[in-house]
């Protein structure tokens, strides 16, 4: 097994579950949850940080929650949009009751 990304250069708690990757020209998008909130990166395939780490936000979610992030990625070309399938979870202050929503 080969290492790509040492620990010490892995922004905090990414990737934190399934990521998604789309091709730019000879660079790579690499779109994953961190924290339980959705975080870019760009660089290559040697070293997916090498150009940009980004945090992004999920549009139109209705309320907030305390996790709320996912992949794959899909990317609409017409629109110019990247889409995913995404997890939200919400945690009251009761911690024996949890919510979790996927679409």
Known sequence: METILPTEKKPYA???????????GTDFR????????PRRTAGTLDDPTALEVQ??????LGKPYH??????????AAQERYSCSI???????RRDIFHSTAS
């Open 14 to 24: 990414w990737p934190d579950g399934t990521m998604g990757v789309i091709r730019i």
């Open 55 to 60: 945090n992004l936000k999920i549009e139109n």
């Open 87 to 93: 997890m939200r979870n919400f945690t009251p202050s």
């Open 67 to 76: 996790y709320a992030a996912g992949g794959p990625v899909y990317e609409d």
């Open 30 to 37: 690499f779109f994953g949850a961190a924290a339980g909130f």
